[in-house]
């Protein structure tokens, strides 16, 4: 490119080079933005000639940046993340002036608790509408840094809590998933050790950490984990419990909201519980958030008073 040379940089074509990155294949790019393969190409070709320099190795399977496409990328991605941000803001600006409140969620998160927390905060402020919005397991945190939603309910472990705030809201045991003819599968509980040379179920979506927390690596028997099939929702995860090719370690949670005729699920004696918590930007002091971090208080409030009595 040369020097000097004043580029309007339009974020529709960057976005499309990311997609071509990250999908490592031009027609993948293309369906996950809903173009045609040939509207694509001609898309990077327009963006390659405003900055005068070649971005994509088009002669690797998959396709790769050329160092310059590196460099452009590396720098291209923090001007999407601000300029994403910036229309959260907005967006949150908005929501918030109109009484609405997003609350995110992955599969079963709190189970009949997230509820109470709704019921809650409308009894609180009552013009307040909750908008649940289920989230991916990678994106429990990260939606609530960039605005997507306000609030999300979240499970360990977190990698990044950075200008984030975390409210416990319970624990919840943790259970193994496992096919129906397994030879664990009519014990009233297991140990780890019970799931020693058991392959875990994988994600190559979310955090290695965030994978091998669930799993329980390193097992304290000193044998290591490890790992089948790649699975990223809880109805993939299922099948491939049922068809034995893994098992899965899960919250318990997940028993009242998913059923699989081919699998059970079976309480784990030797393995901390997972902490259920109200994750929210730590500046953020809406009236509507504030709500949320007080209804979320008085769950685990009524929560902690139930066990107390139980016990």
């Not at 940046?65 to 291209?76: D, I, K, Q, S, Y």
Request: hydrophobic fraction near 45%; proline fraction near 6%; include cysteine.
């Amino acid at each position: 490119m040369t020097e000097g040379v004043d580029v309007d940089l339009n974020l529709h074509l960057v976005r499309y080079l990311v997609a071509v990155v990250d999908e490592g294949h031009l027609g993948r790019a293309a369906a996950r933005l809903y173009v045609s393969g040939p509207a694509l190409s001609k898309q990077i070709r327009t963006l390659e000639h405003k900055l005068g320099a070649e971005l994509l190795d088009r002669s690797t399977h998959p396709l790769v940046p050329t160092e310059a496409g590196r460099r452009f990328l590396a720098e291209a991605r923090v001007a999407l993340d601000a300029a994403d941000r910036a229309v959260a803001a907005v967006e949150a600006h908005g929501r918030a002036a109109a009484g609405v409140v997003r609350l995110g969620f992955m599969t079963a998160a709190t189970g009949t608790h997230t509820r109470r927390i709704i019921e809650l905060v409308q009894r609180d402020v009552p013009a307040a509408s909750v908008q649940l919005v289920q989230l991916p397991w990678p994106d429990q945190a990260d939606a609530v840094r960039a605005g997507t939603v306000d609030a999300s309910l979240v499970r360990p472990p977190v990698a990044d809590t950075d200008g984030l705030r975390l409210d416990g809201v319970r624990l919840e045991p943790r259970v193994v998933a496992l096919p129906r003819g397994h030879r664990l599968a009519a014990r009233a509980v297991v140990e780890l050790a019970d799931l020693d040379g058991e392959p875990h179920a994988n994600d190559d979506r979310t955090d290695e950490q965030w994978v091998r927390w669930w799993a329980c690596d390193p097992r304290p028997s000193g044998v290591p984990v490890t790992y089948g099939p790649t699975v990223h929702t809880m109805d993939e995860l299922l099948e491939v419990v049922a068809a034995g090719a893994a098992v899965a370690i899960t919250g318990s949670s997940v028993v009242d909201s998913v059923r699989h005729p081919e699998v059970v699920f079976v309480p784990i004696a030797d393995v901390e519980p997972c902490p259920i918590s109200l994750c929210t930007r730590s500046a953020d002091r809406s009236p509507l958030v504030e709500a949320l971090r007080r209804a979320v208080h008085a769950v685990r409030t009524a929560i902690e008073a139930e066990a107390l009595v139980d016990g």
